[in-house]
């Protein structure tokens, strides 16, 4: 048994642990069929050669869990008696027992701590002339030296990008330097003019009034004995989002520039740690003995506008060796509100590099790129000219027929003309990079402007331009392909328009909004937990939502919450019930708890808030609807809302009995029940003779009576359909739906496509894909879209948004035939569509407990061959078709053996089923 890849639950990196309390979990790969983990053991310390004299030193224990008889890899609390130590390595190792109490180690584990106590802000008097911070004022500050923040915020005072620098000398090389920073609104780190690290547009985007986030970098191998240098770039991201002038776009100010920034000083906050193989702990801190000066970069706009003079660009200025004697010094600043907090989720990396398919030149002065797939992008372009040419880029998702850019949406032209970059050249003689530091967008077009690809037309030479993926460096888990060009086709724009919206926050635009819009993260995540590991961005994105949550309960349509919006388009419960479906989400697919004891009381005033707002005894129906049906208009409502809000009280249920809290859990059973009765009530039609069947109606035109499709599969979804009504809903939800169209907005879509898996139709959900006309995926890709719209037309302001990407669940679910049972796929179904289409389907997924791989052959003579991996700790459940003559599976303790029954249950290992249908 080999146990492998150990974690931290909600934490993607472990540098910066800010709690006092985790959770871990671990994989085990094993060859042998008979395996089993009876026990383990976790042992926390904070010297690593402890473990080498089996925890013989005491006073370095800071947890041990002693041996514990269980199977169990997953949400194993570690919670120490007096807390970790503050800023300090910690080392864990994992010990697990066999059936024959044989014993496996893990590798050791190392996370590194911040300050898990520190709930002040760091101090700063601003007036060191009347309140000195030995003023006895202050005591309470100070007094506990090893658990409070030391650095203080420091900037120029200014709202434009700047250069921070701080050199200093090392009488030594340390063993370990660990780097605590935070730069609002996004920073990049450099040590000794190397980047601290990959990421981008740290720290993540939160409220900067209730929350910012701090990133953590060990950089002991960029430090030496002699002269060092800490550099830091800083600009303005949401924090002090910045137009830069009439001619920019910045979506926050459109139309009635709501925007009103957090800050208007850009600041920077850090501590280096430095450790000793002797025990000696040193802290650098930013303060007033940094040096400022302003960047080359003098605008940092968010939505892919930057402004670059390269003439100012002071060439290595983060080095060691540079001479600032010129710069100024910093100023302290008050900073931002919000706490600092450790970034939790994955940070934003860049990824695959897109080569141009297309170069050419409508005109002079004008080169445009063909990407070739539309993507979120950073840019990167080489051009040499003179010095002061100045370069325009421009990006789009649409072209004219001369391939330069095009906004189709005549509301959103500013977005044209007002999104660019502009570099003025410093004229070195050889070509100059160009690169955004605080910007990105979505596109697969770039237009650059003011260049030649020809030496003789007298322009400055474009050398090459490419788009950089930037997306969350979420770790990713799945894929799969089938024998149908268009299917792969789709998922392909299904996989670009998912990794395209992935950042510090789940958004459904990298291009026009960028906001963190909360439908999505629950809508989607059954689709997306195939694909990327979203545990640490899901707790993240729940910090969010905790920190947006209204006095009264109320949770809006997004988080952060960066531009105000008016009825619905605040207050709907397909947006705002995140806070309750999220924890269970987390439950569902990880088999993590961790966040319920902060969300549930935020739930339950969310609840109550909604109870507000209840119509005829229970129903809700004040939102969007059914949100992108008929392009913005919802429809639905009753049906729709009353449902998700059924779902919230249950979800709600669930996190008080995990609490312990069991006359809460059976109040909100109370409450739910009282729903599904009021659902029934008034939406349930048994007494319509015009139909066959009972159904479900909407209230939309009430009191007229409809019977569509998405009425159903709601209460089919959520469990609202009395037993003995099951039937004749399922008849009513194949009625509307045997033409083959897609009548749903973004909310009833997902719900639609898994009511047509459990029909096993898998006809009709390609026959929706495929049609000629919208609402249809299949008329994208034939108009050479390789991304989602946002909206079933042929062109869209944006054309990367995931809002309709729900069907990525049903190709894993139902034609992979992947669906996890139980949590975090400890158990889990494969029911491939034996009968359909498809003759080869294969997949696999990077499960929490091990990689599932999956692929189906269907061969001429009517026979289907099932190679699948099983991973340790899990049992899969195949499903075999009804009326399959005869099967037999190769693989586990026998070598061959028949199958009887109709369902399959297999532990790990590799398997072979062979069916003869």
Known sequence: MQISRCGIHGFHEVLGI?????????????????????????????????????????????????????????????????????????????????????????SINHFFTAYPRSNLLPPYSMNQTYMPHSSLIFKSWFEDEANRWKAVWIGNGGDKPIYLRKSFDLARKPARAILFASGLGHFNMSINGQPASDHRLDPGWTNYHRRVQFTSYDVTERLDAGRNALGVHLGNGFYAGDKGGDDRFFWPMYEDNTYVRYGNELCFFGELHLFYEDGEHNVLISDASWKVRKSATTLANIYASEDHDRRLYPSGWDSASF?????????PLTGPRGHLYYQTQPPVVLHETFEPLKIHSPKKGIVCYDLGQNSSIMVKIAVEGKAGSQIIVRYSETVTEDGTVLMPDPLFKEFETGVFSKITLAGTGKPEIWEPDFSFTSARYLQVEGVSLDAGDGLPIIHSAVGRHISSAARKLGSMTTDKDDVNSLLSALYWSFSSNLFSYHTDCPQIEKFGWLEVTHLLAPATQYIRDMESLYTKILDDILDSQEASGLVPTMAPEIRYMCGPLHDTITWG????????????????????????????????????????????????GDWGRGIAFGNNQANIETAVYYRCLQCVEMMARELGKLEDAERFKQWSARIYDTYNRHLLVTDDPSRPYAYYTSLDNYPERDCDAIAQAMALQFGLVPAERHSDVKAAFLDDVADGKIRAGEIGLRFLFNTLADAKRPDLVLQMARQEEHPSYMRFLRRGETTLLEFWQDECRSKCHDMLGTIYEWFYAAVLGLKPISEAYRTFEIDPPYESEFTHVKGSVDSPYGLISIEFTRTEDISVKLDLQVPFGTTATVKLPVNMKQAEVIGGKEETRSVDGRELDLTHGMYTVFIQL
């Open 18 to 106: 800010d709690t006092d309390e985790i959770r871990f979990y671990w994989a085990i790969k094993s060859e042998d069929q008979d395996a089993v983990q009876v026990a383990y053991r976790i042992v926390v310390t904070t010297d690593a050669t402890d473990f080498e004299a089996e925890g013989s030193d005491q006073s370095k224990l800071v947890w041990d869990s002693q041996r514990v008889e269980s199977n169990e890899q997953r949400n194993i609390t570690c919670k120490p008696s007096n807390g970790f130590h503050s800023t300090s390595s910690h080392f864990w190792r994992i010990t697990v027992w066999d059936r024959a109490n044989n014993v496996h180690h893990s």
């Open 577 to 624: 019930c995140a806070i309750c479906l999220l924890p269970d989400i987390l439950r569902q697919y990880y088999g993590s708890t961790h966040v319920i004891p902060k969300v549930y009381p935020a739930a339950v005033r969310y609840m109550e808030y909604m109870q507000t707002k209840e119509r005829k005894g229970g129903l809700i129906e004040h939102g969007l």
């Open 323 to 331: 001479d600032d004697i010129e710069w100024a010094p910093v100023k």
